[in-house]
């Protein structure tokens, strides 16, 4: 009994111990390790261009969180231009910050460049387009499940029992470009399973708005009968869309197509420029991209070492789907100084 009234009362006296260290409260043994590794870090980004909404909405996300733990985050503009980007990515690789975030124009242009920052110590963060060298990371897309979306899409629409002619169109962007390499296969394969589709033209606008306008405007006149249109993006799809009321077809022929998910994707929901649309939903790349750059930096690892992919969950959207939340708006972003 004795022995049983002494480990009560080294216990009492034990949890009394905790209990008054909980008052006075607990270090947090991950928030220093935290903050050195994290303070001071420099973060660049090189995108196609800015001022479009895919570039501003990862910007804005990525700048904030750098921002938020003490590091410095810098934006390189090559335009549209790939030449003027390569030479950009060469310029950081020299700067040696200790992460780079790349939107690659196509497979090919920057691969080696990539593959070079890595080797020089840099971490890179590959997003939405990726090229034939795989590096730290990439965050986009998953651009076989958009295809199989947008392609199923039309098949439902155009396809058998629909009592329509069956003609579709596609319309690629860069046909080098991962966006289209990676998502006309598994389009063509769903089509390839229904007969009754027939893709009447497959060409390259090169993500020009006034290219696809154009191009759209031929393929209607050979073809008044056009069932379906996927566009490889909502920004050139705008031009297609244009072609398609100014021939007075819209709502005859039902407009596919993919993007961030930004405000004017919703407005053209509403007004039937677009009919559906598969959104890989720009926010939610931004929270990735914050995040794996913050593993990373904690990490140790060396650049390199460490190859993953985040796939972003497509949202599909019509206009009977819509939802307040359903898009973002670029004039909610913070202003930059």
Known sequence: MARHRILAALCAGL????SAAMADGLVDPGHAPYVDSLKGKKVAFLPLATGFDLA??????????????GGSFEIRDPNWNTSAGAQALTELISEKPDLIVVHNPDVQSYARLNEKAEKAGIYVVQVNMRSTFSTD???GADWLEVGHAEANALVTKCGAGSGTSGKVAIVQGVLTAATSVYQIGPILDVFAQHPEIKVVSNQAADWDASKARALTATVLQQNPDLCGLISFWDGMALGSSAAISEAGLTGKVYV???GGGEKMACDNLESGGFDEYVSFDVPRQAADMSAI?????QSGLKPGAMKVS??????????DTL???SCWSMKDLPKQG
């Open 323 to 325: 939802k307040p939340d």
């Open 293 to 297: 750059i913050k593993v990373l930096l």
């Open 56 to 69: 501003e909405g990862w910007a804005s996300g990525i700048r904030q969180t750098v921002e938020s733990f």
């Open 137 to 139: 990371a990439f965050v």
């Open 256 to 258: 596919v197509t993919n």
């Open 15 to 18: 949890l009394l111990g905790s």
């Open 310 to 319: 985040l796939y972003t969950p497509n949202k599909i959207l019509t206009k």
